[in-house]
Nanobody, 121 residues
Framework: QVQLVESGGALVQAGGSLRLSCAASGIIFSIETMGWYRQAQGAQREVVAVISKGGSTNYVDSVKGRFTISRDNAKNTVYLQMNSLKSEDTAAYYC???????????????WGQGTQVTVSS
């Protein structure tokens, strides 16, 4: 069984920084794309940032220049460094990973349980 466990969410003042982490565990053969989504109260879930196995990244326009996604393939972990936080960044943040389970196993997306980021103005 594969699990994704997030950490790092907190209450922070506007202009502050946070670093989210998400570690995948279980019988993992390979991980392709990893990323972060967020969902504010009453809103739809939106992609924040994604990173390929080779390190190529993409960001939603609203976080470009402020957020940085990275990953440690040896640790099956993805990070999201968030700087210059704004009140509109307040949301539950979810990590995901496209994982192949075991040799000959199927590949599918797995999701974390979410971590809350609240930015006070």
């Amino acid at each position: 069984q594969v699990q994704l466990v997030e950490s790092g969410g907190a209450l922070v003042q506007a202009g502050g920084s946070l670093r989210l982490s998400c570690a995948a565990s279980g019988i993992i053969f390979s991980i392709e794309t990893m990323g972060w989504y967020r969902q504010a109260q009453g809103a739809q879930r939106e992609v924040v940032a994604v990173i390929s196995k080779g390190g190529s990244t993409n960001y939603v326009d609203s976080v470009k220049g402020r957020f940085t996604i990275s990953r440690d393939n040896a640790k099956n972990t993805v990070y999201l460094q968030m700087n210059s936080l704004k009140s509109e960044d307040t949301a539950a943040y979810y990590c995901y990973a496209n994982i192949k389970v075991g040799i000959g196993g199927t590949r599918r997306d797995y999701w974390g349980q979410g971590t809350q980021v609240t930015v006070s103005s």
